[in-house]
T-cell receptor, first 116, second 111 residues
Framework: GAVVSQHPSRVICKSGTSVKIECRSLDFQATTMFWYRQFPKQSLMLMATSNEGSKATYEQGVEKDKFLINHASLTLSTLTVTSAHPEDSSFYIC????????????FGSGTRLTVV | QQQVKQSPQSLIVQKGGISIINCAYENTAFDYFPWYQQFPGKGPALLIAIRPDVSEKKEGRFTISFNKSAKQFSLHIMDSQPGDSATYFCAASKNDYKLSFGAGTTVTVRA
């Protein structure tokens, strides 16, 4: 079956530094990847949608200069949280799709980011 | 504004019982309705999904009931087991595009 690998699973960083999270589709080519953020005991909030080779589309209220998304290949998308602050601490999850736009294919295992 | 409303927020069921989670939507353009199961510290995993051209879909102990006229769909977990204890999310999408998630339901199955 389709497998999405997300790395790292946990990361602690100091306030003001940047953190990169990787999302890889292991056995299929991911035309589209979605990045979500989830606070404790809350639902998933879509942050942005990226299609391979084009700029990401960010949801309203998400700062594109703070959350940099790169989808340079059909198997890898990265989310970089720049100049992280404690309020950026959250659970970040990616979702990969083999065809453009399909929103619910396979989710990664998530990354717990803690900014201290 | 949440496009998919989910209830209850939490439920407790005895082992062997039936868990029922309900969702309602407003956007009649939605054409894909999946349910996801999420364990603490993990990403969601697709459980079962339905399209609006059928009223029910069953996979093992999990059944989706879909009422197009009422714009509602529900998940039934039959013979609930302690291993089913998790958070369940309903979702909906249009033209297979990005998902709108419900708020989630925490299910606890007591042995």
């Amino acid at each position: 079956g389709a497998v999405v690998s997300q790395h790292p699973s946990r990361v602690i960083c100091k306030s003001g530094t940047s953190v990169k999270i990787e999302c890889r589709s292991l056995d299929f080519q991911a035309t589209t990847m979605f990045w979500y953020r989830q606070f404790p005991k809350q639902s998933l909030m879509l942050m942005a949608t990226s299609n391979e080779g084009s700029k990401a589309t960010y949801e309203q209220g998400v700062e594109k200069d703070k959350f940099l998304i790169n989808h340079a290949s059909l198997t890898l998308s990265t989310l970089t949280v720049t100049s992280a602050h404690p309020e950026d601490s959250s659970f970040y999850i990616c979702s990969a799709s083999p065809r453009a736009g399909f929103g619910g294919y396979t989710f990664g295992s998530g990354t717990r980011l803690t900014v201290v | 504004q949440q496009q998919v409303k989910q209830s209850p927020q939490s439920l407790i069921v005895q082992k062997g019982g039936i868990s029922i989670i309900n969702c309602a939507y407003e956007n009649t353009a939605f054409d894909y309705f999946p349910w996801y199961q999420q364990f603490p510290g993990k990403g969601p995993a697709l459980l079962i999904a339905i399209r609006p051209d059928v009223s029910e879909k069953k996979e093992g102990r999990f059944t989706i009931s879909f009422n197009k006229s009422a714009k509602q769909f529900s998940l039934h977990i039959m013979d609930s087991q302690p291993g089913d204890s998790a958070t369940y999310f309903c979702a909906a999408s249009k033209n297979d595009y990005k998902l709108s998630f419900g708020a989630g339901t925490t299910v606890t199955v007591r042995a």
